[in-house]
């Protein structure tokens, strides 16, 4: 299985039609695919991906210290810490 990879540069021109139907089947029936051909610098597209990541770590560790709670977990039988001789 492969997701569906659409190439931009046919989006203008006699491929039209085409193109906007594999971009809306890509959408409607995998819910992403991937764009090549569209012209974004690699350089680019590589430090947006730095910076999302960075954003959602940073948003994970903060959620994760404000709804974290101490757990209070009942004792049914006292602890024998003694050791066995």
Known sequence: MTIPVIDFSKLNGEERPT??????????????????????????????KMVSSECYKQEREDNFFKNSAPVDLPITQPLNLQPNL
């Open 19 to 48: 193109t906007m139907s594999q971009i809306a089947n890509g959408c409607e029936e995998w819910g992403f695919f991937q764009l090549v051909n569209h012209g974004i610098p690699v350089d680019l597209l590589e430090r947006v």
